[in-house]
Each structure stands twice: as C-alpha cells, then as structure tokens.
C-alpha cells in the first residue's frame, strides 16, 4: 500500500507465491459465522494445527531458548524458537525488518493465516512477552507504519495469554473483527487525560476503548488503565490481583511491573488521525473448581474450547480444533450450537459479567481510574 511502510500487498502475494503462506492448507479450514447477542461473531475449525493445552503453553514460556524440535512449516528449516528471526529469513524474503519502539524488529506473514493477511511483528532478541508502556509505544510506532493494518499483542500471563509467552511479538493484519464493530455501551471520564475519550465496549469480556488525535495522551492513558488493573482487587466479583488490598506494585530491576494476576490485551488501530485502543481486562486467578482458570473456558465448555483465549478470540474469531467435527457429530450441534457456546467461551472469559453486580463492579473500576 502505498501509505505503508512498504508494500504489504506485494510481500503478502509473494509470500503466497513462494509458499511461505501455506494458501492451500489454509482453504480446508472450515470457516462460518453466527449471530450472537454480542453481535455476529466469526468462528473457524482449524485443519492446520493441534490444539495446544494451557499447561503446556505455561510451562513453555519459561523455557530458555535452545534446542529444539520445532520445524518452520514455511522454511522447513529448525528453530529454537518458532519466532526468532534470522538474517537468513530476510535474504531469502520470508522476512522483512521494521522499525518499531527504537529497535529493529522482524515482520513475515503467519504460515497458517487465521484472517486476512495475518501478520506477526517480532522482536529480534528473544526476550518474554510483556505489555507495558514500551508495548504501547511499539504497537502505535506500527499503526504509523502501516495505518491501514490492526496490530495487537495477547496479554502476557499464562492462562490469559497467546500460546507463544516466550518471544515477544505482536499480531496484525487487514481484518475487521466483532469486536471492532462492537459499540461503545457508556462513557466515562480519566480527569489526568481529558484528551482521550474512554468507553466501556458492549462486548463479552470486560474491554475498555481509548480514542484519541494526541498519540502521547493515549500512551499515558492506557498505561494509567494497566498500572490500575494490576493491582486492582474487587472480592465482590473474584478479582484477585495477588497485591494485598491494591498495594502499590512492586517493580523490577528493568522498571517493569511485576504482573501477578492481572494484566491486559491491547489492540490498536488508527482511524485517519485518531488512534484508537482497546485494552481487554484480564486475570489468570485459578481456583480448586476451575484450576484452568477463573476466567477461562470453564471445564464444561471445553468439548468446544479449552485453549487459552488470546488476542484473536478476544476479538471474536473463534479458533478451534480439528476433533470438534467430531464432537459435533456425537453430539448432534449444529454451526450455530458452536457459535453459541463461543459466545459462552468468551463471557466466561470477562472479568466483569454483564449482570447488575458486575457492571456495578465495573463501574467501581471506572472510579479508580479517576
């Protein structure tokens, strides 16, 4: 495009072309929409990859690199991670560089595109996932880039998080999810940043959406939102930020937040000047009758879905496993049973329930944010 960076509609074709997006394996997803009381939300049953469990996606994000089996499906070549980045991959075009957050950062097109030219930003040094003020400022540095690409990072806690916590990276691309058409279900004011607007999203889980023309106002007011919710605690509603009674959070050698329990999805997009961000509120609290996770698939959902909910399905595209054929069959659901249940998914995965005592709660949150 040409007010892009470079020109995304030629890597993405040559990218197709050259087979680093498997456009084949791609066609046998089965793909479907339903209409749902949070609007009509997009579900695929994915013929490309198993399913992950969330146990393993933890236990992965605190391996070191090294050694490892995982085998590229665009390059055929082994990595030690599945997204750190090589001189190589750039010679040969699987992989371009991009300038985000004062760092070279690489960028390829997903071998296995869940939507519309789906891309993956990836640091160059492999380094942990971690949504902070730095995050914020890279995914605005790519929306500038490529302004008519969404860009998102998934949360960066397990249970709450992507299935790869353990390179940072983000994912974006040309696509419009639910929940982008999602409306604004009231507003509400932060007296520190009277320059950006703030909404709560009538969406299934608890989403806060930021608007504003002054780039550095919303860098700041999305990082007020974040350093409140993660030491924010609400017994009411099972929010639990492992702080005691909302202490001040501890912080690193680096200056880094140390997240306990709660932390957000951010998505950004930009809409002629104005830059818009939704940060979805998440908590990874488990309990004894929901050891996966508080808000998470709850064990009787998980016939359809027991991954993590990560920034896609935030969004509302739904992406489930090859065995859910099955289980529809045995089960006699019908597209729109899934559908359904997926909505069901994603309220159990809101922090804030849309009854009276949870948007009560929310509202207590509106408070703290001042």
Not at 179 to 196: Q, R
Not at 243 to 265: L, M, Y
Request: charged residues 25%; proline residues 6%; hydrophobic residues 40%.
């Amino acid at each position: 495009m040409t007010n892009s960076y470079f020109d995304t509609d030629g890597f993405y074709r040559d990218s197709c072309e050259r087979n680093y997006v498997k456009v084949d394996d791609i066609a046998r997803n089965i793909a479907w929409t339903t209409d749902t009381d949070w609007g009509e939300l997009q579900i695929t049953i994915n013929l490309s990859k198993p399913e992950k469990d969330p146990r393993a996606i933890a236990e992965a994000a605190s391996k070191a690199p090294g050694a490892s089996d995982y085998i590229d499906p665009a390059t055929g070549v082994a990595r030690p991670c599945p997204l750190c980045v090589t001189e190589a991959d750039i010679a040969c075009g699987y992989a371009r560089t991009i300038p985000i957050g004062g760092e070279t950062w690489g960028m390829w097109y997903s071998p296995y595109a869940y939507y519309n030219e789906h891309c993956i930003a990836m640091s160059w040094e492999h380094r942990p996932m971690h949504v902070d003020r730095t995050a914020f400022a890279c995914l605005l540095d790519f929306v500038d880039l490529f302004p008519d690409y969404f860009i998102g990072s998934n949360a960066d806690l397990p249970i709450v998080g992507g299935s790869i916590l353990g390179h940072d990276h983000f994912q974006g691309g040309r696509h419009t999810f639910p929940m982008e058409l999602a409306p604004i279900a009231e507003t509400f004011g932060m007296s520190a940043h009277p320059s950006v607007e703030a909404g709560v999203v009538r969406w299934p889980l608890s989403v806060i959406r930021l608007r504003s023309a002054d780039r550095a106002a919303l860098a700041d007011a999305a990082v007020h939102v974040l350093e409140t919710w993660v030491t924010y605690n609400d017994p009411s509603v099972g929010i639990f930020s492992g702080f005691d009674g909302g202490a001040r959070a501890q912080v690193d050698a680096s200056g880094h937040i140390e997240k306990v329990h709660n932390t957000v999805t951010p998505i950004v997009r930009k809409r002629g000047s104005v830059y818009e961000m939704d940060l979805a509120l998440r908590c990874n609290i488990t309990s004894d009758e929901h050891p996966l996770g508080v808000f998470h698939p709850h064990e009787e959902l998980h016939h359809v879905k027991k991954e993590n909910i990560g920034l896609i399905e935030v969004m509302g595209l739904a992406i489930l496993p090859p065995r859910l054929r099955q289980v529809m069959e045995d089960r006699g659901l019908s597209r729109d049973d899934v559908g359904r249940i997926f909505a069901q998914v994603l309220e159990h995965a809101g922090v804030f329930k849309w009854d009276d005592a949870g948007r009560a709660a929310f509202r207590r949150f509106e408070q703290a944010l001042g």
